[in-house]
């Protein structure tokens, strides 16, 4: 009995241990971040130089749970920038913000003050209609930018505190977990981009609004924008490109979807929602890739002669991005492969929709080279989707040395011919030795008739 209870003690234990361990994998992090702000401008026009401090964020899901925010701040932090961070939502609490005790990596983590204002957009005018400004602005704003471990999520949030106070509440996050897409050319695309208002906030009655645009080298243009207190879409608007509507007003799902990936569609997407007077925004950078098609000419390639110089092309073809590497191949009949180089590389051409093509020209010099009696020449092609190559085969006549198949070979030869004159030669002597002896017979027949004839 004795020993039942000491095992069911440990046993006990045990799941306290990991009922406290759970727990404090799950719990939210104490997150490092770097508060930016603008120093005050030297005058003249000239923008003020920006200021980097350290700061340290304490996250909790409840205004009323503990934090560690009582536990002494390092001496390389102000206090002044240790803050209390209210999330309902747990978005700040992703498990990617919270690294391993210990880990040389970091979440990336950037605090910044924002100043609430109406905005011009006309899909987002309708949400400041009244033009009046609540009491409830007046206090202290700070807006968050964080991506996580291995940019397995980017999140975007909003807070407000009283006046003077270090008690902030989420009241807008903006979250994607597609940091970064890829995708092959004709795919469908989906972009994520979630969005949560805190209810308690006067703004989440007032409606909002979600707009997309696409940002590439310098490039850039709307591609969907809609007002969601209106149920309207703006006129400009990208082919191909849509919204799960009744997953936006019912889950606050946001995420763009591409019906068709094209060439055109790589670079950076930023997803921003709108609520009066604030906006939150995530970027996200999406990259279309295809693998090039390769082959060469001519296929196959012409009979080649010892001391010959033969001219094969490869043409790579439909790719993109733009970077591509064209090598050359030579694997003889043995089965050793060796390298040819990169031949006479063109420069890229560029198809109608957007794809790229490259070719390579190698001079097959049979004496230079060393080829033997041949085998395959073979075009590699090394792209970001992917390697691709293509082979011709390569049949080289006429050189010095033969091989030791080669040498059995005309020997096997050689005995076939001596067999077929040995052949001929004994059908001839005996067809002559049959003649020589019908001759003999009719000569002896001959004189016996004569000596018969005498005798009479």
Partial sequence: ???????????????????KACSSSSSCPVLECWFVQEKTGRGGGLTGATSQEKSLLHIRTDAHSHTAKSQQAPSDINPDRVYSITDPAATLCHLSLNPPRGSVEKPQCEINPFSPQPSDLKWVAPLTDSGLSPIYLEADWFSTSLQGLNKQVAIST?????????????????????????????????????????????????????????????????????????????????????????????????????????????GMYICSVYLPHIVAQVTLELEVVEPPSVSIYPSPLPLAVQGQTLTAQ???????????????????IDG?????????????????????????????????????????????????????????????????????????????????????????????????????????????????????????
């Fill in 336 to 456: 050793k492969s060796r390298p040819l180089g990169s031949g006479s590389v063109t420069g890229h051409r560029q198809a109608w929709d957007g794809t790229y093509s490259q070719s390579s020209q190698l001079e097959l010099d049979t004496t230079k080279l060393d080829l033997g009696r041949g085998g395959e020449v073979i075009c590699v092609a090394v792209h970001l989707g992917g390697k691709r190559q293509a082979s011709v085969t390569l049949n080289v006549i006429g050189f010095s040395t033969p091989s030791i198949e080669d040498s059995m070979g005309m020997v096997g030869v050689a005995l076939v011919l001596y067999g077929l004159i040995k052949f001929v030669s004994w059908t001839f002597t005996s067809s002559g030795s049959d003649v020589a002896g019908q001759q003999e017979k009719l000569v002896k027949d001959q004189k016996l008739r004569g000596f018969k004839m005498v005798m009479f």
């Fill in 1 to 19: 009995m004795t020993e039942l209870s000491t095992i069911y003690k440990l046993s006990l234990v045990t799941f306290i241990c990991f009922i």
């Fill in 158 to 266: 909003i807070m407000r505190a009283p006046t003077a106070t270090k008690e902030h509440n989420v009241i807008l996050s903006v979250t994607s977990n597609t940091v970064s897409v890829q995708s092959r050319l004709g795919e469908p695309v989906l972009l994520d981009c979630g969005f949560w208002v805190d209810s308690s906030s006067p703004l989440s009655g007032s409606g909002f609004a979600v707009e997309w645009r696409y940002q590439f080298r310098g490039d850039g243009r709307l591609v969907l924008a809609y007002d969601g207190k209106t149920d309207r879409l703006a006129d400009a608007k990208e082919k191909g490109a849509t919204l799960d509507f009744e997953g936006l007003h019912e889950k606050g799902n946001a995420s763009l979807i591409l019906q068709e990936a094209e060439v055109r569609h790589s």
């Fill in 314 to 332: 490869c043409e790579a073809s439909g790719f993109a991005p733009l970077s591509l590497e064209l090598s050359w191949e030579f694997q003889g």
